[in-house]
C-alpha cells in the first residue's frame, strides 16, 4: 500500500513553484483578467500555474490524468497573450536545483506550455489517479491583493488522498486568529504565505510557503470548540457564490455573535483546519449550479485530516468520483466532528423552512 509520500513531496514542490509565478504575475502588474465572465475571471497567472503543475505531475507520474480549470484554447487563439504567459512561466523555477529537477525542470517551450495546459482535460471520475488542479483559486481574491489558494489533490478511485494548498497571503503563523479583515489586501503583509497538506490518514501539516525547500512541517488540528456560540465562521466574499443571507441566518441560529469572515479561496478550508477558524458555510445561490471537484477536493480532505467532518448541506459526503463537477452535492458545510452534526441541522432548518 502506497504512503503517498513522494506525491505530497511532489505536490507540494509544485504547489511552491506554482506560487513563484502567481507572486510574479501580482508583482509585475501583469495580473489583468483574460475573461470578461464575471463570475469566475481568468488572469495570465491561471494558465501559467496550470502548466507548471501538470508539468511536475506529469514528469513524476507519467500515467496519472488531471481535472484543470484552465484549457488552453483561448491562448491558441491568441498568440500575443499565449507568449506573454510564456515570458513569464518560461524563467520560473524553484530555487533549490534538486527540487526543481524533482519536477522536471523548465518547460521546454512554449507549445509545450499550451500542451501541459491542456493535459488538464481529464473527465474525472471513480476509476484509477486522478489530480484536481485549481491552479489560482479565488482569482478575485488575487487581483484585490486578498487570499487566494494553490490548490492540488490526488484522488485515487474517486477518494481523495492527497491534497495541497498553497496559501501566500494567509499567515504563516497557524494559530493567528481570523478577523474582519483577514479577507481583505495582505499581499505586502510580513510573515505571511502557509503550505498546507494532508495525506488520507496521516493527519494535516503546515510549513512556511518556500522557494525550494521544503521546512520542517507541523502538524495543524481544528480548534476544540464548546459552544458553537464562540465559533468563528467563513465565507465567501462573493454573494453570487455562496448565499451570505442564508448563512446569516443559520450562524443566528447557531447563536454565533461574532460577524462572519468573508474571504476567497479554499484559503477558508486552509483556515478552520489550522485552527484560526471553525466553520465554513457555503450555501447554494442556484437551483443548476455544479460544484467544480477542483475548489474542494484538497480542502476537503485538509478539513477531515485536521478533525473536522466535510459535507454537503444535506450531510452527505462530498463525492469527487461521478466526473468534473461535484453533481451529486449542494452546497458545503465544514466543522469540526463533534459540532457538524449541530450545524448540518441548522442548516437544514434555514434551506427547508424555504422550500415550499
Ligand atoms: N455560482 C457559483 N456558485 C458557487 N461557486 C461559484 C459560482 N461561480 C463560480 N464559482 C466558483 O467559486 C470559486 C471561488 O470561490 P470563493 O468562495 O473563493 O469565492 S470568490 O473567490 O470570492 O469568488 C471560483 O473559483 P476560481 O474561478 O478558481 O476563483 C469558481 O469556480
Ligand atoms: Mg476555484
Given at each position: ?21 502567481t ?22 497567472g491561471d494558465?501559467?500555474a ?85 491552479p489560482i483559486d479565488?482569482t478575485?481574491?488575487f ?5 487566494y ?208
Amino acid at each position: 500500500m502506497s504512503d503517498y509520500s513522494s506525491e505530497l513531496h511532489i505536490a507540494l514542490l509544485a504547489v511552491q513553484r506554482a506560487v513563484i509565478l502567481t507572486k510574479r504575475v501580482f508583482n509585475e502588474k501583469a495580473k489583468g483578467t483574460v475573461s470578461k465572465d464575471d463570475k469566475s475571471p481568468v488572469t495570465i497567472g491561471d494558465f501559467g500555474a496550470q502548466a507548471l503543475i501538470i508539468k511536475a505531475i506529469k514528469h513524476a507520474f507519467p500515467k496519472d490524468e488531471v481535472v484543470g480549470e484552465e484549457e488552453a484554447n483561448t491562448l491558441r487563439e491568441n498568440k500575443a497573450l499565449s507568449n506573454q504567459i510564456w515570458e513569464l512561466v518560461k524563467g520560473t523555477k524553484l530555487d533549490e536545483p534538486s527540487s526543481d529537477a524533482a519536477l522536471g525542470g523548465e518547460l521546454e517551450s512554449e507549445e509545450d506550455m499550451l500542451k501541459a495546459i491542456d493535459q488538464g482535460n481529464s473527465k474525472g471520475g471513480n476509476k484509477g489517479r486522478i489530480w484536481a488542479l485549481d491552479p489560482i483559486d479565488g482569482t478575485k481574491g488575487f487581483l484585490r491583493g486578498g487570499q487566494y489558494a494553490v490548490c492540488l489533490a490526488l484522488m485515487v478511485d474517486g477518494q481523495v488522498k492527497v491534497g495541497v494548498l498553497g496559501c501566500p497571503n494567509l499567515p504563516v503563523d497557524d494559530k493567528e486568529p481570523l478577523d474582519a479583515k483577514s479577507g481583505e489586501d495582505a499581499s505586502d503583509g510580513p510573515g505571511r504565505g502557509v503550505l498546507i497538506g494532508a495525506v488520507e490518514g496521516q493527519g494535516a501539516t503546515s510549513r512556511p510557503l518556500g522557494t525550494g525547500t521544503l521546512q520542517n512541517p507541523s502538524a495543524i488540528s481544528m480548534r476544540p470548540i464548546q459552544d458553537l456560540k464562540d465559533a468563528t465562521f467563513c465565507e465567501s466574499v462573493e454573494a453570487g457564490h455562496s448565499s451570505h443571507d442564508d448563512q446569516a441566518e443559520i450562524a443566528k441560529k447557531l447563536g454565533i455573535t461574532k460577524p462572519s469572515v468573508r474571504m476567497d479561496s479554499q484559503a477558508k478550508y486552509a483556515s478552520i483546519a489550522r485552527g484560526a477558524g471553525d466553520v465554513y458555510l457555503r450555501l447554494p445561490t442556484s437551483k443548476t449550479y455544479e460544484e467544480k471537484i477542483w475548489d474542494h477536493a484538497a480542502g476537503d480532505l485538509i478539513v477531515r485530516e485536521a478533525g473536522g467532518e466535510v459535507t454537503d448541506v444535506h450531510g452527505n459526503r462530498l463525492d469527487f468520483g461521478v466526473g468534473r463537477t461535484l453533481k451529486n452535492n449542494k452546497g458545503v458545510v465544514a466543522a469540526p466532528k463533534a459540532s457538524h452534526n449541530e450545524v448540518v441541522e441548522a442548516v437544514k432548518a434555514v434551506l427547508g423552512s424555504k422550500a415550499s
